[in-house]
T-cell receptor, first 114, second 121 residues
Framework: DQQVKQNSPSLSVQEGRISILNCDYTNSMFDYFLWYKKYPAEGPTFLISISSIKDKNEDGRFTVFLNKSAKHLSLHIVPSQPGDSAVYFCAARRTTDSWGKLQFGAGTQVVVTP | DTGVSQDPRHKITKRGQNVTFRCDPISEHNRLYWYRQTLGQGPEFLTYFQNEAQLEKSRLLSDRFSAERPKGSFSTLEIQRTEQGDSAMYLC???????????????????FGPGTRLLVL
């Protein structure tokens, strides 16, 4: 039962342009969302998060938007840099869970070209 | 380096052998999680500890899988009688249980280690 979906397995973007990654979820009980970035042979690295009480959170070049009615969130990276080439995972949890299990999407491979 | 560490980083074993992986979380973190990741998929939750107590283990893939965190610090994940389908990346993460001033839970960030890549021949 895949409750978090990233429907684009890959994205290619030119250096300096905006990267937009999308994520959809089905469980309306999710109230905390995170984006992780993963390089090959490394563990996921936390990027940015958003609580369901907000619709936007910004940290430097990274902005996450949350549309609760559509059960959709997106990650904007601007400007994109070559070092942003990685796999990006969207994750969600229910804060009311006593143990905070994260449910992950399958990931989107981003390639930033010169 | 004060991040999450895992050992070994790579493990090749023959089918039927037992393997054990170790995870050292960030020192002040009281929650520890194990995940498994297979090719083309996101991490899949396996089990969770708060301090030394294993509070959720129903997602462990079979009774061949077991995990411990004996003193509430490092944790081990053991797979007995390995099968080729166990080949995957095993990830450990840690977080700090957190509540706001009104004692409500607030979002916690899980920080991941580099993973142990297991290949069962």
């Amino acid at each position: 039962d895949q409750q978090v979906k990233q429907n684009s397995p890959s994205l290619s973007v030119q250096e300096g342009r905006i990267s937009i990654l999308n994520c959809d979820y089905t469980n309306s009980m999710f109230d905390y969302f995170l984006w992780y970035k993963k390089y090959p042979a490394e563990g996921p690295t936390f990027l940015i998060s958003i609580s369901s009480i907000k619709d936007k959170n910004e940290d430097g070049r990274f902005t996450v938007f949350l549309n609760k009615s559509a059960k959709h969130l997106s990650l904007h990276i601007v400007p994109s840099q070559p070092g942003d080439s990685a796999v990006y995972f969207c994750a969600a949890r229910r804060t009311t869970d006593s143990w905070g299990k994260l449910q992950f999407g399958a990931g989107t491979q981003v390639v930033v070209t010169p | 380096d004060t991040g999450v560490s895992q050992d070994p980083r790579h493990k090749i074993t023959k089918r039927g052998q037992n393997v054990t992986f170790r995870c050292d979380p960030i020192s002040e973190h009281n929650r520890l999680y194990w995940y498994r990741q297979t090719l083309g998929q996101g991490p899949e939750f396996l089990t969770y500890f708060q301090n030394e107590a294993q509070l959720e283990k129903s997602r462990l893939l079979s009774d061949r899988f077991s995990a411990e965190r004996p003193k509430g610090s490092f944790s081990t994940l053991e797979i007995q009688r390995t099968e080729q389908g166990d080949s995957a990346m095993y990830l450990c993460a840690s977080s700090l249980r957190n509540r706001d001033l009104n004692f409500r839970r607030v979002g916690e960030t899980q920080y991941f280690g580099p993973g142990t890549r297991l290949l069962v021949l």
